[in-house]
């Protein structure tokens, strides 16, 4: 069986000795959560995920969602008492504010602990999820009536939210959404169609279900400027706010999937269920961009937090397995064979994992510091930087880390040999589990675009320019520190190279867009490994002068300057081939016509 | 539901226009299967695989297998007709001598067809795989007792082969293995012990299931040096040869795996049952390997077969699935959206599995032609080089080709979005049977450590500079063809990459073997990067010949053009980081404890 046991000393040495969270202490919410609280919350949060969630994780696979006669769906029957623990924790309104029945907590809390509860369980975690991106949109774009009506129940785990945007005919391009909104003449609307792929759409969790629903109102315009976001519970509040009357909403079956089987993924038909209009007719892409873009974060970290466990466990295995002996002769000789930690290449994966989990885990905290600071900054200018490159490592922290994500699962079940393949490890769960997180909430492809198609030239290229000039000036600023120079420079190359193909870009992409279309999942790699290793140098940075204080984090520092260095010997080097790739363009890709494939 | 075509056209170029497989004639048996002949049993092996194996692919997937309370295990019940059929087809014993019952057809009509079993159903196309590999066992190491008394009822089909290998502390290591042999004092010896993942271990296909099993002589040396292999059938033959008494072993369990349903993967007991030995008394090693070895090329063989049908899949939704506008303008304004093929993100995953599986067909039948050579040319010098070639691309066949097809059913499903998660299309499936392939007969990372501390240094490395100077020298005699120059530029500059990393392991692996394990995994891809796209060079030049001649092929070696600059373009540039990575050697991957991870 799978263990897990949370980072929390690695999320604590980001934080405080990396990011410098104490600087922010002056944001609402910060000063709740003093370095001691902090440091309380996390161990609470790594109890919680270790003891209680975890264990739910491979007998959720096993037992999966069950779809009933009469609509009803039943999650694992362990999810239950998991899940009446994660609402009494408070963990689902850890970052909700006050006012409306959460903890009013900064942000990058609620992200360091999501990375615990969804290494525990992924599939788990997507309900208060998908809550969490609901109260978002509803805070967001919601009416006062509709924040009061809804987000207290949210944040207590009362009631869950789901997202509604999947149609048969309709993916990634919105426009041809065909449910149908009618207007009521009581201010409510009649919504009909069906959604598709929509997680946690029915389940026995909670007492009420909100779905948002994207619709096309009644003589709307074609297209996305034609589409509104709905609030359709799957009970009506009655006059004192609790669940009422069923609404004309049902589940009309459950998908078979691949992986994260204890997450419901449901047929949704509306069969003229009442809808409330959540922000403006015909905004309603904006609307659930809001929940979208939170979601997107989310799912990237879904990404590092399987690949993190994933690691962790393929870890335990190379220390206790006996295969073979090491090349520089026998290290346990008393053994039969040596642990197959002491091999090269077992090595080669479960460094390239480390190295990769714990600049993700830095980028990840780094961008929720970001969220925060935009979000609650009095600094108008300071809240624009923020935004900025949150908007940015928005689709690099989805692309990057759940295309790694998986990866890493799929290298760390290889440690496994046979027993990978076979179900009772655990690590075949890992790695169909973290398939999905490359695909929902716009598939990769849909994030690379994104980065280039439309972050990139973004107010002139202000995000993108202050990040280049972030990193560079990072590296400038280390040039004379000749311990931090081996790790400068491999940045510095890798900065370049992303500097040569965004220039290519501008060069090369305006009169022809194809050529933006067939740069843009490599740029987006190329945008990564940058990124990534800017973490990288600032975590070395910050764990040279911990370890010139000396002090009790010796080992976790000296580990970081191993990591680090792993980083950019065997990682950065892909900076180049990414380059040389873009630069090629989009001619031969397009060459061929579709007939001849 | 997933559907298949053979491609035979393609085959069919690079066996007559590539490969000058008609200048073989002479070998044995090329004479029974010329052209025209040749031409016939691709046609048929299509037919076969495309209407009655491929049908049978997710069904099988979705009943699995079943062991029951005797222990006896049923296959999915669609397979019994398609067995029938496939024997009838005399496939099984295609390249067994005639002498056993086969119709001694050259190996690489045995590969060709091979693929296209595969890419319709994996799991089913193992049966007769593990079957020809102990076939070739038996024939290489086994009395004419023995062979008489097993091959020809193996290349009938009427009994199946499996291989015993994997204990449960014992997997790499086979030095660690425990299964004992004790002589009967009448010639044969009492086989005691537990093998696991037995692939085909039990199963209702056939009358008797032929068991290759290492074992332990009492009394043999301990290590690999004492190990033995026997042959246990199932059922011992009677005196007549048929199936007579039950043997002392059974199947104690089936295991639950990611994938490969329709294959009972076996716990395996042996109670003291009857065995004989095949080879030599503790050569055991030695004889596994000649079914290793053909084993390792039939599961390169599944990853490009699955990576090819999974292309094609993706191929065709691709075409018609309606979502976005081209970057370009509208590509069909009478629809309400195009079809996703004019997106260049989703061109480059269709181009990226294109280039690598054309390659890849050519790199196996390449290396097919080889063991025909080694094994049936009356040449010496002839036979050798074929035999050094064919030993130095099997770690590169069996790495390279199971890690790409893996990625590239992941980048198949990819294509299909959300679609692509759930089993329904079975992207799901190709992406789960796809796994084991880069596992089992031994794990891609001990094909790795084959590759660079074995083959590499061979006979002073006759293999490898012989391939060196083939590419060099096809390289230097297109130099003055300047429609060759963009392929052989790029191909000469992986050249000197790879000869540049294999320089650096001749001066720092030998003192240091930590750096050749370092080394190992980024070598052997790089090895194929520079193999591939010396069949790239290869098929471009004769589709540039054919193009010169006229005639109906244009459209095959245009697409042939195209899509052999993308490999040079978009995959080769890969060369340069594999030798980045190379060159930090092994110090920084080994520089943690073990009990710092």
């Known amino acids: 069986m799978p263990t897990y046991r949370a980072p929390v000393a690695d999320t604590l040495f980001v934080l405080n000795d990396v990011l410098g969270y104490a600087r922010h202490a002056n944001l609402p919410g910060f000063s709740d959560a003093g370095p001691d609280v902090l440091e309380a919350i996390l161990g609470e949060a790594a109890r919680l995920a270790e003891e209680v969630v975890q264990p739910t994780n491979r007998i959720g696979d096993i037992e999966g969602c069950a779809r009933h006669g009469d609509g009803s769906v039943t999650t694992p029957a362990a999810f239950k008492d998991a899940w009446r623990q994660y609402r009494e924790g408070g963990w689902l309104g850890l970052a ?65 939210g789901t997202m509604n945007l999947t149609e ?71 006059a004192s706010g609790d669940p009422g009357a069923r609404n004309a909403v049902s589940c009309g079956s459950i998908e078979e999937k691949m992986g994260i089987h204890g997450n419901a993924t449901c047929v949704m038909n509306y069969d003229g269920a009442t809808g409330w209009l959540l922000g403006e007719a015909n905004g309603g892409l904006k609307a659930m961009f809001v929940m979208m873009n939170e979601a997107r974060l989310g799912v990237g970290m879904q990404g590092l937090a399987v690949g993190e466990v994933a690691y962790q466990n393929a870890v335990a295995y190379a220390r206790e397995r006996l295969q073979g002996r090491s090349l520089s002769g026998p290290k ?36 929720a510091l970001q969220s925060d600071v935009a979000h609650r900054s009095g600094d108008d200018k300071e809240r624009q930087a923020a935004d900025d490159l949150l908007g940015l490592m928005t689709p690099v922290i989805k ?29 075949s769960q890992f790695v169909r589990d ?55 420079k491999v940045l510095k190359k890798g900065l370049n190279d992303l500097q040569a193909a965004t220039m290519w870009l501008l060069q090369n992409a305006m009169q022809k867009p194809d050529n933006a279309g067939a740069a843009s999942t490599d740029y987006l790699h190329l945008f990564g490994l940058v990124a990534l290793g800017y973490m990288w140098g600032r975590m070395v940075k910050a764990a040279q002068q911990k370890l010139g204080e000396g002090g009790d984090a010796a080992q976790l520092c000296e580990a970081k300057l191993v990591t680090g260095r792993y980083f950019m010997e065997r990682v950065m080097p892909e900076t180049a081939a990414h380059l040389a790739r873009i630069s090629t363009g989009a001619d031969t890709m397009m060459a061929l016509p579709a007939e001849a494939f």
């Open 332 to 367: 346990e000789p008393d053994k039969k064979a040596d642990p197959i930690i002491v091999h090269p290449d077992i090595r080669r994966g479960l460094m390239t994992m480390r190295a990769f989990n714990e600049a993700g885990r830095a980028l990840v905290l780094w961008t």
């Open 96 to 160: 909700v504010p006050a006012d409306f029945g959460g903890q009013g907590l900064p942000y990058t809390v609620h992200s360091a602990v999501g990375e615990y509860f969804s290494s525990a369980n992924m599939a788990f975690t997507m309900y208060p999820g998908l809550t969490q991106g609901a109260i978002a949109a509803i805070l967001a774009h919601g009416s006062d009536e509709q924040k009061k009506a809804y987000v207290p129940k949210m944040a207590e785990g009362a009631w869950t």
């Open 434 to 488: 973290a398939r999905i997180a490359m695909i929902y909430e716009g598939a990769n492809g849909i994030q690379a675009l994104d980065l280039v198609g439309r972050k990139l030239a973004l107010n002139g290229g202000r995000a993108v320019q202050a990040f280049f000039k972030e990193v560079g000036e990072f590296c400038e600023a280390n040039r004379a520190d000749e311990k931090m120079v081996p790790f400068t």
């Open 399 to 427: 692309g990057v880390l759940t295309d790694k994500g998986f990866e890493h699962a799929v290298m760390a079940q290889q440690v496994f040999g046979g027993h990978g393949y076979i179900e009772e490890h655990g690590m």
């Open 168 to 238: 048969p005919h309709c993916g990634t391009d919105l426009g041809l959404l065909r449910t149908r909104a009618v207007p009521a003449g009581d201010g409510t609307y009649r919504i009909s169609g069906q959604k598709i792929f929509i997680s946690a759409g029915e389940h026995d969790l909670s007492e009420n279900i909100v779905h948002l629903v994207l619709a096309r109102i009644e003589g709307a315009p074609e297209g996305v400027k034609g589409i509104s976001l709905f609030i359709v519970p799957k009970f009506l509040p009655d």
